[in-house]
């Protein structure tokens, strides 16, 4: 398989406190990875360093093949936990934004997601709920013909009905040729999505790889492996 994203060694630090030590991590093309672990593990910072939001301290991070800068953020689609949508736009002028700022999306594709999703056009983003913004970031990051899409926990602080529309477009969106690294703490939910599995604790790898491997071989799910790796 072809190897889309790795870090050597990658370090990342606040002042005194380090969110990544000597992370190695090799993703692989076409594969759904879920990024799994407690709060302050690091899941947020990797996602951003990704993204070319964060430098790192020290290491590297290669995405195919080049370090994080203007040429692997147009390939990198990334849905951060925060809102980042402009509250006194209305969907469609959103949509129009997005088409302007990104060459690879694809607006038909934002306005069958936004069907499915039971959001309009013409509703306008500050008076959305919070499920329904949720539904509406992930639109406007999955519209996009990205190689890699970066979902940090994108089930979170929402209710069962926006959760399971969620996962619908993440499951119709999938191709061979994109890979996807998740976060959530909804980890029985993504069980069925994730092809690969990494668990990182204070910034480091503690137990990764393949998900039906780690069934068979631990004879439990991963949401009872995510018990055991952190003593839940």
């Not at 949720?134 to 994108?154: F, G, N």
Request: net charge neutral; proline share 2%; glycine share 6%.
């Amino acid at each position: 398989m072809t190897v889309l994203l790795k870090t050597d060694n990658l370090n990342k630090g606040f002042f005194r406190n380090k969110a990544l030590a000597n992370l190695n991590l090799e993703i692989e093309k076409g594969k759904v990875y879920g990024l799994l672990g407690p709060n302050g593990s690091g899941k947020t910072t990797f996602f951003k360093i990704a993204a070319g939001l964060y430098k790192p301290s020290s290491g590297s991070m290669l995405i195919d093949g080049r370090h994080v800068g203007v040429e692997t953020r147009k390939i990198t689609a990334f849905m951060p936990t925060e809102d980042f949508l402009f509250k006194w736009m209305k969907i469609k002028m959103l949509l129009n934004f997005y088409a302007d700022m990104y060459e690879d999306f694809n607006i038909d594709q934002a306005r069958d997601f936004l069907e499915q999703m039971e959001l309009k056009e013409d509703m306008k983003v500050k008076n959305l709920s919070t499920g329904m913004k949720a539904r509406l970031k992930l639109v406007v990051t999955m519209a996009r013909k990205a190689s890699i899409y970066l979902l940090d926990e994108p089930l979170n602080g929402i209710d069962i009905i926006s959760r399971d529309k969620i996962m619908k477009v993440i499951v119709s969106s999938l191709h061979e040729n994109c890979t996807v690294i998740v976060s959530s703490h909804f980890v029985s939910e993504l069980e069925a999505l994730m092809d690969e599995v990494i668990f990182l604790d204070k910034g480091s790898v503690v137990l990764a790889g393949n998900s039906e491997q780690f069934r068979l071989e631990r004879k439990c799910s991963i949401e009872e492996l995510y018990k055991e790796v952190y003593h839940a």
